[in-house]
């Protein structure tokens, strides 16, 4: 069964300060997607890493994928109030990229 | 529309009811996918639809849990005899061909049984 962990569950980190998020997948998955959801809302598309040693930076976060460790980081750099939301990896499936597996998400909260 | 519509946004029923949640996709998107999310976890597949006929059914949980499409637009999710456990946030996705990473979801249902 495949199986997405992401670490830590709860972050809470003040303005201006740096952090990664680890997700973790048990697959040989050769392809990451990284959402946000805030409070109430839909899930947003942020990166989408397809091959090993990809790294996408969109403002202050940069997410990279090491498929030989099965691991993804998304890097906050210098975080600001405006990103506190959940943020969750999702790793395809099955081979057709039909259905995602979701991590259980990383809810940050940023502090001023 | 502009994006997935799913309504209603929130339905509160009583254990044992039977419930419709509904999903509009994007126009033109032949691919519709529903999930669940219960509170504090990730979204959970259900199934996906290609057009009218539901291409993978694996992550319906029981027997309970029904969704049809029947001219490849809309889509119902039935809920019969409803539990507290069933109690998530159903969301709805939709996309051009049959990629999941190219969807757009929707704000969800929060279904809660009381």
């Known amino acids: 069964e495949l199986k997405v962990e992401q670490n830590p569950l709860f972050l809470s980190m003040q303005e201006g300060k740096n952090y990664t998020i680890y997700c973790n997948y048990s697959?040989?998955?050769?392809?990451l997607y990284w959402y946000r959801q805030d409070p109430g809302k839909s899930l947003e598309s942020l990166f989408v890493l397809l091959s090993n040693g990809a790294v996408k930076q969109e403002g202050r976060l940069m997410a990279s994928l090491d498929t030989k460790a099965r691991l993804s980081t998304l890097h906050i750099t210098a975080a600001v109030h405006d990103l506190s939301a959940t943020y969750f990896c999702a790793v395809e499936g099955n081979n057709y990229g039909q259905n995602f597996v979701f991590g259980p998400g990383t809810r940050l909260s940023v502090l001023p | 529309g502009a994006g997935v519509s799913q309504t209603p946004s929130n339905k509160v029923t009583e254990k044992g009811k039977y419930v419709e949640l509904r999903c509009d996709p994007i126009?033109?998107?032949?691919?519709l996918y529903w999930y669940r999310q219960s509170l504090g976890q990730g979204p959970e597949f259900l199934i996906y639809?290609?057009?009218?006929?539901?291409?993978?059914d694996s992550g319906l949980p029981n027997d309970r849990f029904f969704a049809v499409r029947p001219e490849g637009s809309v889509s119902t999710l039935k809920i019969q005899r409803t539990e507290r456990g069933d109690s998530a946030v159903y969301l709805c996705?939709?996309?051009?061909?049959?990629?999941?990473?190219?969807?757009?979801f929707g704000q969800g249902t929060r279904l809660t049984v009381v």
């Open positions: 126009s033109g998107h032949t691919a």
């Open positions: 639809f290609q057009g009218t006929g539901a291409a993978d």
């Open positions: 996705a939709s996309s051009f061909g049959g990629a999941i990473a190219e969807a757009f």
């Open positions: 697959t040989t998955s050769d392809r």
